[in-house]
């Protein structure tokens, strides 16, 4: 059994926490998984451990790594979990891993998040994507998809998803196989029938779709509320618009 | 103009600040609503301020007081702020008002939150039930509905929304009159065709509804996935489920 590690100043310890950062990310190319749901979701859908930290009591990380017996595990006191994990109440383990390569559009309902800045609801729509089987694209200014915030609002479902990085200043060509249904606020359609693959066009928080991107799509849908003076969260309007196009 | 309170050892400041405890909220039936659109929407619905903290740049706020001459304002400076609030990046003004009065069961849609503990899962289902215009009754178990985290995720949805406390230990006989539907997440209808006003009954994040709950349902309703490997967020569920039943 090797030593528990107790200090922050580590060099292992350092290069985990310094993935807290988007820089570094991508810089490494690699990612940092947090908690024994991502840990399993990961390791399930085949990604490779290259570090594990752990504490002494985390029994199950322990066993679950005598598949990989080239991984080395660290031990680290609590406090040292605490300190490089980025949730408030970070549970064991915490794993770096690649960060799985980006894909290429195909012939698929797809999510397209058009500057989504809250990490919460990128990961939220994540997870509504990946239970009803769509793939998500994203454009340049979107939040970083793969950070410990996304992740987590992700619950494991960053694993079986399909990433799309996409740049609408580009044109949609890539979209031309699709029908392009953009999310509006007020005086879209309630309802469409789309034939083909659809790709959903969701806005950011602050601000929704610009008229640039509306004029891309095909479809306006708009979801019917009581007052139009009330507003749905951005993940809850995608997860909606997901579920009335399945 | 008043001077600027430069210090978080003023009592005015220590009291407001107290207000991000459950129990302070509780015992002074008052409640802290941060930033200026939450500002707004309190007073737009005739909600009085007792005690307001802004900083000296917030014109709006000092404008919007004008109407409420006894109201005095706190010039609070940007360190103050931040340490009073709940938020990670405040914004002026903060705002303490008296905590809505909670109400009775009604014949009307009414979504029913039964543990949910997560206040910003709370907060958008509000927000959710705000927007198509239905009640939201919750457990002595959930999270306060009225704390700053729950109140940022309701997005001004609170000062719109019609709360109903329920204790379902006590039985059901104030659901008597409503269809009452579970949300379970295998096994149940797809589609609900419900006759009045709908009780839709929502689990915890962590384990979703007890089987006494379910039991006191005429429906259980299941949002079909892709895969039943798959989840979705608590409040992605009962928005999607009150699309559904609108």
Same mark, same amino acid.
């Given at each position: 059994?090797?030593?528990?590690?107790?200090?922050?100043?580590?060099?292992?310890?350092?290069?985990?926490?310094?993935?807290?950062?988007? &820089?570094?990310?991508?810089?490494?190319?690699?990612?940092? /998984?947090?908690?024994? #749901?991502?840990?399993?979701?990961?390791?399930?859908? @085949?990604?490779?451990?290259?570090?594990?930290? *752990?504490?002494?009591?985390?029994?199950?990380?322990?066993?679950?790594?005598?598949?990989?017996?080239?991984?080395?595990?660290?031990?680290?006191?609590?406090?040292?979990?605490?300190?490089?994990?980025?949730?408030?109440?970070?549970?064991?383990?915490?794993?770096?891993?690649?960060?799985?390569?980006?894909?290429?559009?195909?012939?698929?309902?797809?999510?397209?998040?058009?500057?989504?800045?809250?990490?919460?609801?990128?990961?939220?729509?994540?997870?509504?994507?990946?239970?009803?089987? %769509?793939?998500? *694209?994203?454009?340049?200014?979107?939040?970083?998809? %793969?950070?410990?915030?996304?992740?987590?609002?992700?619950?494991?479902?960053?694993?079986?998803?399909?990433?799309?990085?996409?740049?609408? #200043?580009?044109?949609?060509?890539?979209?031309?196989?699709?029908?392009?249904?953009?999310?509006?606020?007020?005086?879209?359609?309630?309802?469409?029938?789309? /034939?083909?693959?659809?790709?959903?066009?969701? @806005?950011?928080?602050?601000?929704?779709?610009?008229?640039?991107?509306?004029?891309?799509?095909?479809?306006?849908?708009?979801?019917?509320?009581?007052?139009?003076? &009330?507003?749905?969260?951005?993940?809850?309007?995608?997860?909606?618009?997901?579920?009335?196009?399945?």
């Amino acid at each position: 059994m090797p030593d528990v590690i107790t200090s922050t100043k580590n060099e292992t310890v350092k290069s985990v926490a310094r993935l807290k950062r988007t &820089k570094e990310r991508a810089r490494t190319a690699s990612i940092l /998984v947090e908690g024994p #749901n991502g840990f399993t979701e990961a390791l399930d859908t @085949g990604m490779e451990p290259l570090i594990v930290l *752990a504490t002494e009591d985390d029994a199950a990380t322990r066993t679950r790594l005598d598949d990989y017996p080239a991984v080395a595990l660290h031990l680290v006191s609590p406090a040292v979990l605490d300190s490089v994990a980025d949730a408030v109440h970070p549970r064991s383990p915490l794993m770096v891993v690649r960060r799985p390569d980006d894909r290429e559009i195909r012939m698929h309902n797809t999510v397209l998040l058009v500057g989504v800045r809250d990490p919460g609801n990128a990961g939220t729509i994540i997870r509504t994507a990946a239970a009803f089987g %769509w793939d998500v *694209a994203y454009t340049p200014d979107c939040v970083d998809m %793969w950070s410990p915030k996304t992740l987590r609002s992700g619950a494991g479902a960053h694993f079986h998803t399909r990433f799309v990085p996409i740049d609408l #200043n580009e044109g949609v060509e890539a979209l031309s196989a699709h029908t392009v249904v953009a999310t509006v606020v007020a005086g879209g359609e309630t309802t469409v029938d789309a /034939v083909g693959p659809i790709a959903l066009l969701i @806005g950011s928080e602050a601000h929704g779709l610009d008229s640039e991107h509306v004029a891309m799509a095909a479809h306006r849908l708009t979801i019917e509320m009581a007052s139009s003076a &009330k507003s749905l969260n951005v993940a809850v309007a995608a997860a909606i618009a997901m579920h009335d196009l399945r």
